[in-house]
C-alpha cells in the first residue's frame, strides 16, 4: 500500500484522482493501463508480471511518471507524455493548425514547445494580401490568448517554449518580450544561440540577422551587444534563457530526420517538430541505506523504469497522426531523477562542492549507462526503433533514440515526498498561508532529522530569513549541508548542471539561482560559462526580480 503525506494527498485529490479513485487505486490504474502494451510482444503472463513490478515502484514511491501519464493513463483521455515540439512555418494557415494542435495537447495536461524562426520578420512583404508581416512576436501572442483559454477546463495550466533563432531579424524584439512583466505569461522563452554567436560575442565581431523567407540578410548586429540585452532581459525578469543550439544538434540521435530548433517548455527535452518525449524520475532519497548508495537497487529501478516508459509509447493515444509516427518511429523515452539534494543531505555531502559533483558525475553516469543497456535488451525483445538505421545508432541494436532527461519534477517529486529534481533545498523554513488566511510554520524534515531540536530562537530566525546561516548555536557542518538555492554560488549551479548533462542523453533542466545583488554582467558570465561547460540550455533566476518565469506550480493550489 502507498504512504503518502498530507500534501501529496491533496494533490491528487486536486487533479490526479478519477472521481471515487483513491490513490492505491490510482497507481493500480497506472501499472495496468502502462503493462498492456506488454500483450503486443508476449503472453498475458508477462503483462501481469510487469504490472507488478510497475505498480510496486510507484507504490514504493521509488519511481514515478511524469503528471500525464498519472492523471490519463486507463482514462478515455489516454495521453501520456508531457514534451512536445510542434512545427510553426511561415503561412497563416500553419500557423493557426499549430494553434490548434496546441490547444489539444495542453487539454491533457502536456507541454509545447515552438520555434518561431522560420516566420518572416515583421515589415516583410506578404505577397498575397500586399500588406506587411507582422513578425514571430506578433503570433505568439495568439498562441499565448489560446493557452490563457484552455487554462480553465484543462488539466493543468499550460506551458510553453518559445524559441527564436539569434540571427532572425526579429531577436531584439523577442529578446525583451517579457520584460514588461506582464506579457507572455504562459511562456519560457529562448534564445538559440549558435557557436559562431559564442565566438563573436568573445572575440568580437557581428552576426548576420537573415529573413528566414529568403535566406537575404537584413541586417548585422554587434553579437557582444546582443548578449547584453539578452542578459540585461533575463535580471529582469529570469528570461529570455539560452539554448545552445549547435551543442544539442552534435547530440540530435537522428540528424537526417531534421535539425532540432527548439524543446519543451522546461528544456530538458530538445525535439523535432511532432516529436514528443514521455519522461519518469527514480527518486534517489529511496536509493540511500544506511548512509550509503545501493548500486544494485537503482540498477533495479532503471531497468524497471526504461520498460515502463517505452510502454507508454505503445499505450499512448496521440493527438495527432503525425505525432504518432515520429513517437514510434524514435521511442523517445526521458528517465530522470528527483530527490539529488535529499540523497546528498543523506550522505552529508554539501552540494556546493567537488564531492557532490563527482557523485553527480558517477550516479548519472551508472543511470545512463544502465538505461542503454537496458533499452538494448529490450531491443532484442521487441525490436529497435524503426528510425535506427537513419540515426546515430545504426548497426546497434537499442529500442530507444535518447533514454535519458532531467525533468524539473515539480509536481511529481511533491507527490513522492522528495526534493524536485537535481536541485538545492529553496529553504529550510517559511510560514505558509493556507486558505482562510491562516499562517503555518514549515520547517524542512530533513532539518529536523538532522538537529533532533531547535531552540525557539532558532525557529524564528529560520522561518524569518528561510536558511540556517544567522541561527545561532547550529553546528557548522550541518550550516555547510544545508545551504539554499540562492547562497550556493552560480558556480555551483552550472557545476551540477554539467555534471549531470555530461550524463544525461536529452536536456537537463535546472535554474541557476542568483541573490537579489547580482548584476547583467553576472549573468553573461553565466551564459558564456554554460557555453564553455558544453550545456545545452541555460535559465537563470534572480531572487526578487518580477514572475518572469512560467510559475508551474499550480498543481500545488
Ligand atoms: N509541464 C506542463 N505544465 C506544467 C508543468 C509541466 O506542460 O504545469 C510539462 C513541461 O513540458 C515540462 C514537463 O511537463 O517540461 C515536465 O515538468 P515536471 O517534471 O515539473 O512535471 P511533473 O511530472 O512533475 O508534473
Request: glycine content about 8%; overall charge neutral; proline content about 5%.
Amino acid at each position: 500500500m502507498v504512504k503518502l503525506s498530507e500534501t501529496a494527498i491533496e494533490i491528487l485529490k486536486a487533479r490526479y484522482l478519477r472521481p471515487g479513485e483513491t490513490p492505491q487505486e490510482l497507481f493500480e490504474r497506472v501499472a495496468r493501463a502502462v503493462s498492456e502494451a506488454e500483450l503486443l510482444y508476449g503472453p498475458a503472463s508477462q503483462a501481469a508480471r510487469w504490472e507488478e513490478e510497475f505498480l510496486k515502484v510507484m507504490e514504493n514511491l521509488e519511481f514515478l511518471p511524469n503528471s500525464p501519464t498519472l492523471m490519463n493513463a486507463g482514462t478515455p483521455l489516454g495521453q501520456l507524455a508531457a514534451c512536445f515540439v510542434l512545427p510553426v512555418e511561415d503561412s497563416i494557415e500553419e500557423i493557426f493548425a499549430s494553434v490548434s494542435l496546441m490547444a489539444k495537447i495542453q487539454k491533457t495536461g502536456g507541454g509545447t514547445g515552438f520555434s518561431f524562426s522560420r516566420l518572416r520578420p515583421k515589415g516583410d512583404t506578404v505577397k498575397s494580401t500586399n500588406g506587411k508581416a507582422s513578425g514571430p512576436v506578433s503570433f505568439m501572442k495568439v498562441f499565448n490568448c489560446a493557452t490563457d483559454a484552455i487554462k480553465q477546463g484543462g488539466k493543468r495550466r499550460g506551458a510553453n517554449m518559445g524559441v527564436l533563432s539569434v540571427n532572425h531579424p526579429d531577436v531584439k524584439e523577442f529578446i525583451t518580450c517579457k520584460t514588461d512583466g506582464k506579457s507572455f505569461q504562459n511562456f519560457n522563452i529562448s534564445v538559440a544561440c549558435t557557436d559562431d554567436f559564442f565566438q563573436k560575442a568573445l572575440k568580437g565581431g557581428e552576426i548576420e540577422l537573415i529573413n528566414p523567407r529568403d535566406g537575404k540578410v537584413w541586417s548585422r548586429v554587434k553579437a557582444d551587444e546582443l548578449l547584453d540585452l539578452i542578459a540585461e532581459s533575463a535580471w529582469k525578469t529570469g528570461d529570455p534563457g539560452i539554448l545552445y543550439i549547435d551543442e544539442i544538434n552534435r547530440h540530435n540521435p537522428t540528424p537526417a530526420l531534421g535539425r532540432i530548433e527548439a524543446t519543451n517548455p522546461c528544456g530538458e527535452v530538445p525535439l523535432l517538430p511532432y516529436e514528443e518525449c514521455n519522461l519518469g524520475s527514480i527518486n534517489l532519497s529511496k536509493i540511500v541505506e544506511k548512509g550509503r548508495i545501493n548500486w544494485e537497487k537503482l540498477e533495479r529501478l532503471v531497468k524497471v523504469a526504461v520498460r515502463f516508459l517505452d510502454c507508454v509509447i505503445d499505450v499512448n493515444r496521440y493527438p495527432h497522426p503525425e505525432i504518432e509516427k515520429m513517437a514510434k518511429g524514435n521511442r523517445k523515452i526521458g528517465l530522470g531523477v528527483m530527490g539529488w539534494a535529499e540523497l546528498l543531505i543523506e550522505l552529508e555531502i554539501p552540494y556546493d562542492s567537488e564531492e557532490a559533483v563527482e557523485l553527480a558525475e558517477r550516479l548519472m553516469g551508472f543511470i545512463n549507462r544502465k538505461a542503454f543497456e537496458a533499452s538494448a535488451e529490450l531491443a532484442k525483445q521487441k525490436g529497435s526503433f524503426p528510425n535506427i538505421d537513419k540515426s546515430v545508432y545504426r548497426g546497434k541494436t537499442l529500442r530507444n533514440a535518447t533514454r535519458t532527461s532531467i525533468a524539473p519534477t515539480g509536481t511529481i517529486s511533491m507527490i513522492a515526498g522528495t526534493t524536485p529534481s537535481i536541485e538545492p533545498l529553496f529553504a529550510v523554513g517559511y510560514v505558509k498561508r493556507v486558505l482562510g488566511g491562516r499562517r503555518v510554520p514549515f520547517i524542512e524534515p530533513l532539518l529536523m532529522k538532522k538537529v533532533k531540536e531547535l531552540s525557539l530562537q532558532q525557529l524564528k530566525e529560520i522561518l524569518e530569513s528561510g536558511t540556517l546561516q544567522r541561527a545561532e548555536g547550529i553546528p557548522e557542518k550541518i550550516k555547510r549541508i544545508f545551504k539554499t538555492a540562492h547562497e550556493i554560488a552560480p558556480e555551483w549551479h552550472l557545476k551540477i548542471q554539467a555534471a549531470f548533462q555530461k550524463h544525461t542523453d536529452n536536456a537537463v533542466s535546472k535554474t541557476v539561482n542568483l541573490p537579489k545583488s547580482a548584476t547583467p554582467e553576472d549573468i553573461k558570465e553565466i551564459f558564456i560559462t554554460g557555453y564553455k561547460l558544453k550545456l545545452k540550455g541555460v535559465t537563470v533566476f534572480r531572487e526578487g526580480s518580477k514572475e518572469g518565469v512560467v510559475e508551474f506550480k499550480v498543481d500545488q493550489e
